[in-house]
């Protein structure tokens, strides 16, 4: 049985230690510019659970160059919000409508990539900002542009 020359050894080592991270760094890298159609198939509550929503219809979701939309059609999509967690929607912005929608990405649940949709309002007793109880999860899959 032959020796395997120490450069390729060494090489094949550096790939080995390499792996786990290469690996780890491929899972956080998410396309920048996505097009899906998406539906709305639970209402969720981080005290009550998620629950089943009738679905009525198919959305939109689009993100190029960092900024995203959702509508029912490419004629119909209006801006909004995007946060890779609902972490980095805090502080809640002043808003100057009633309510505000944003989306938070969700886990992915293999080719389908999910979203919550949340809603700040002005709590009516302080006047301050606040979100929802609730929030809406979006399931999306990638669609031809």
Excluded: K, W
């Excluded at 301050?128 to 999860?137: H, I, M, S």
């Amino acid at each position: 049985m032959g020796r395997t020359p120490l450069p390729t050894l060494s090489a094949m080592i550096c790939v080995m230690l390499a792996t786990p991270t290469l690996a780890a760094l491929g899972d956080e890298i998410t396309p920048t510019d996505y097009r899906g159609l998406c539906i709305m198939p639970q209402t969720c509550s981080d005290t009550t659970g998620c629950t089943a929503t009738p679905v009525l219809g198919e959305l939109l979701l689009t993100t190029e160059d960092g900024q995203t939309a959702l509508g029912r059609s490419n004629e119909d999509l209006s801006p909004i919000d995007h946060y890779p967690t609902l972490d980095d929607a805090f502080p809640l912005p002043q808003m100057e409508a009633h309510r505000r929608s944003f989306l938070v990405d969700l886990p992915p649940d293999g080719r389908i990539r999910r979203f919550a949709l949340h809603i700040q309002i002005i709590d009516a007793q302080t006047r301050e900002d606040a979100l929802r109880p609730r929030y809406y999860v979006l399931e999306c899959l990638e669609a031809p542009p």
